[in-house]
């Protein structure tokens, strides 16, 4: 125990930090409620009184708890909405038409189908018919988008007025998905708005302003006049990647472009990070250092090394600031000046105190960041490499033996090796959050950096900061520099777009459980200090990580009950059914989306890996409506069912024959299913489909043909009848098919054209599932069809309030819940 005390003594940074870290992470699973604030308040300050009057003996002990709880408070008052009345965020709570009135503080980001920006309000103007004329003062900042492009006059530290639709930002709330509300959060943005043409965008007449203009200002209009210059000298992909390589832009990146750098492990080289910065700091040390000693007055009067050093920081200080100084950005800078402050000051033996009070230091600015993928993976990346730092070292200190031995291609061999020994280790130290955050890993990654990093790293970057402040001197030349770094982001481009369509170039799977986490962490720490005597833990720690992680989806003891998952897609439907015997079925997978949102990769696809299912048996398609398959194929490629039934409709859409023709590719049989055929059985469970196909007659619409499903577990059943409207209601009824069940998937979204009494006393349920989003309440369902339900004391559940319904049944009973 004394070894520990010490062990943590000399690692007080590494102590306090990961205390702090550990509090946080609690105020993350125990949200903070104001009423029990008081206890870890009065906590702290009593051990604060107590270290100060050093009336307790361990004063480590003391320390650490302090920062525990301080780590809680902090995090938990951070993850509070904001209090003020005057808000966006407590003004609106529901979807608003308003008129705002504010001052834009961010660039207009630009992609081929909409912009976006951030407005800090000042006041606001209702426009419904109860409240309009009604002027309120605002605060708060809010995120526009707008389809097209910006009208010239809208840059940063202009004071507009902007019709817009505006909302609460809210996630799809479904487990496993991005939790896209606490990264705008993070950034301060609670709110976000809608405005339907740039005709709603007006400047505004008035010169004066409550509004104080935030000291960003300037940094964003030299931003967007870079952007702007940008796009006007590249053509589109070299653009893209340049916007996001100088300025942190990545919406001019095309979702073809994001997917092959994703692909081939290089996605985190387009977002800047520590590793540009500390790159750019390394190619700027070189260039300073040859440049110096040239002089000898300076190799006489100076340490030329160190000097370069520190002339390297106003450079890496000049990329963040054109950066945005965002939080990431802001990250990445303390990270690289500490490192490169360990290095000029003679410090690289306590790289890992550093980087723990980097992230302290960063916790206490930006509480939120600590549950961010970006925050995670740097820290956990250049951790690694500060461990595997000393192995570096040692490439390039020569032996007097070597020395007489060495040959001119040495340097070549050493600094190629050395950047692939970093790129390994920053992959082992990254994978299990990797795979937590996006489920991905590319075996070629490691190897792919090495030839895309110094591309984008070494010559377009450099070239690129070069050209901006010949912007407003010489466009010309500042023009002829991307030129020329365009070739190296053409060659990126390339590069990777090949290396992405090679077999196993990335792997999907499961989401990692904390459990697997730290036996893989156990397990990296025992092979790097790894002895004879210790081969036995290391056996046992990675044969416990293999059973734990591949048997995922697979218990040992089958389950004796069903699970059924009703997913909040937005407006759309997807239902996943997990059967005792392991088999998995998925009844439907479409939703909201758009070109640059899936449903299927960004919201199925993500639940099924949480759920840690690799493989799907089943995939049904009731009906040829985009909100019913939209998502199903990036579902079909990763999931690869064994048959897709569907209800044999051709279908109206291109996307839809796309759909089936991807099956094909990937030899999947597509079959029609027919009226009473049992599409799966098992011990409890049975999947029938009663209609519509041999049902439904010539004049029945789209919607009217679709599949009608009954799974009957025991007692106990569950009707998924697709869009089906009161015309194909009434012929089921009339055909006096089976049609009870206990929880009912509400037909066609419970919209007025659906749902009629008659079937909805045929099938008798207890609960009414609604999958709708929630910008169509009162459409879907229909208010006279959901106070109808009530009235009978059918309990109704809809996934734009209720989020991912879930019922659980063992044939007698069903349960909510997972």
């Known amino acids: 125990m004394a070894e520990f005390d010490g062990l943590l003594a000399r690692n007080i940074l590494l102590s306090i930090t990961g205390s702090y870290i550990l509090g946080a992470i609690g105020a993350g699973q125990l949200p903070l409620n104001s009423p029990f604030l008081l206890l870890p308040a009065t906590g702290i300050l009593w051990l604060a009184y107590l270290l100060l009057c050093k009336k307790i003996e361990s004063d480590l002990a003391s320390l650490l708890i302090f920062f525990l709880l301080v780590g809680y408070i902090h995090t938990g008052i951070a993850l509070q909405p904001p209090k003020n009345p005057t808000d966006i965020y407590n003004r609106i709570t529901e979807k608003t038409l308003v008129t705002l009135d504010g001052m834009v503080t961010s660039m207009v980001s630009e992609n081929e189908s909409k912009s976006r920006f951030e407005l800090k309000l000042n006041t606001i103007l209702y426009r419904t018919a109860q409240t309009r004329g009604e002027r309120l003062p605002t605060t708060g900042k809010i995120r526009l988008s707008m389809r097209g492009q910006p009208p010239a006059f809208l840059v940063p530290g202009q004071r507009i007025l902007a019709v817009a639709t505006v909302d609460r930002i809210r996630n799809f ?6 939790d896209y509300a606490l990264y705008m959060h993070n950034q ?24 104080p203009t935030p000291p960003g200002t300037i940094t964003e209009k030299i931003r967007q006049r870079i952007s702007r210059f940008i796009q006007t000298k590249c053509n589109p992909v070299t653009g893209g990647l340049y916007r996001a390589l100088l300025i942190g832009d990545r919406s001019g990146l095309s979702p073809g472009i994001q997917e092959q750098f994703a692909g081939t492990g290089c996605m985190h080289l387009l977002a800047i990070s520590g590793l540009h910065i500390g790159l750019l700091a390394l190619l700027m040390y070189g260039l300073l250092s040859w440049i110096m000693k040239r002089s000898q007055w300076l190799l006489l009067h100076t340490h030329v090394p160190t000097l370069a050093l520190a002339l390297s920081f106003p450079i890496i200080f000049f990329y963040a600031f054109i950066a945005g100084m965002n939080t990431p950005v802001f990250r990445s800078l303390i990270m690289a000046a500490l490192l490169l402050a360990a290095v000029l000051f003679r410090r690289q ?38 461990l595997v730092y000393p192995k570096i070292l040692l490439l390039f200190v020569q032996k007097k033996s070597e020395r007489r031995h060495h040959h001119w291609y040495t340097p070549l061999i050493r600094w190629p090796v050395a950047a692939l020994i970093v790129s390994l280790a920053a992959t082992i130290g990254i994978l299990p959050f990797l795979l937590y955050h996006f489920n991905r890993i590319s075996p070629i990654g490691p190897l792919m950096n090495l030839l895309i990093e110094p591309l984008l790293c070494f010559i377009a970057l450099p070239l690129g900061l070069a050209s901006i402040p010949l912007i407003p001197l010489a466009p010309k030349a500042a023009g002829t520099l991307l030129h020329i770094g365009g070739i190296a982001l053409s060659g990126a481009d390339i590069i990777t777009r090949w290396a992405d369509q090679l077999p196993f170039a990335s792997i999907w799977t499961i989401t990692p459980t904390i459990a697997e986490g730290i036996l893989y962490f156990l397990l990296v720490i025992f092979v790097s200090v790894s002895r004879h005597r210790q081969k036995i833990v290391i056996f046992v720690l990675g044969s416990a990580l293999l059973i734990l992680h591949f048997t995922g989806g697979h218990p040992f003891f089958r389950r004796k009950y069903a699970i059924l998952s009703y ?51 089943l995939v049904l398609i009731t009906h040829p409506d985009s909100d019913h398959f939209n998502g199903l194929d990036f579902i079909l490629k990763r999931f690869h069912p064994e048959v897709v039934y569907t209800n044999g409709q051709p279908g109206q859409s291109e996307s839809y024959q796309n759909l089936l023709e991807a099956a094909v590719r990937e030899r999947i049989p597509v079959q029609t299913a027919g009226t009473q055929d049992i599409l799966h059985t098992d011990p409890l469970c049975a999947l029938t489909c009663l209609g519509m196909p041999g049902l439904a007659v010539e004049d029945f619409s789209e919607n009217n043909r679709s599949l009608v499903l009954r799974l009957q577990c025991g007692k106990t059943s569950f009707l998924f ?3 089906i409207e009161a015309e194909a209601e009434a012929l089921l009824v009339q055909n006096k098919i089976h049609l009870q069940a206990d929880v009912l998937l509400a037909p066609h979204h419970g919209s007025k054209t659906s749902s009629s009494k008659k079937f909805i006393r045929s099938v008798a349920p207890k609960y009414i599932v609604v999958s709708s989003a929630r910008s169509k309440r009162g459409i879907f369902p229909a208010t006279g069809n959901q106070r109808w339900w009530l009235q009978q004391n059918i309990v109704v559940l809809i996934t734009a309030v209720d989020g991912t319904v879930t019922f659980r049944t063992d044939g007698e009973r069903i349960k909510t819940g997972d």
């Open 173 to 178: 709330q479904t487990p496993g998905t991005f």
């Open 188 to 211: 301060g943005i609670y709110s976000s708005g809608w405005i339907s043409s740039s005709r709603f965008i007006e400047p505004h007449t008035t010169q004066q302003s409550s509004i």
């Open 349 to 386: 033996h306590s790289m890992l105190n550093l980087i723990a009070a980097a992230a302290l230091l960063i916790l206490v600015l930006h509480p939120l960041s600590l549950f961010t993928a970006s925050f995670q993976l740097s820290f956990a990346a250049v951790a690694a490499i500060a």
């Open 567 to 617: 997913l909040d897609v937005g407006q759309g439907t997807a239902t996943l059914i997990e059967n005792p015997d392991g088999t998995n079925m998925l009844i439907d997978g479409g939703g909201s989306g758009s070109k640059r949102f899936n449903v299927g990769k960004n919201i199925i696809a993500p639940f099924l890996w949480y759920k840690r299912i690799r493989h799907l048996d």
């Open 721 to 723: 009848p697709g869009d």
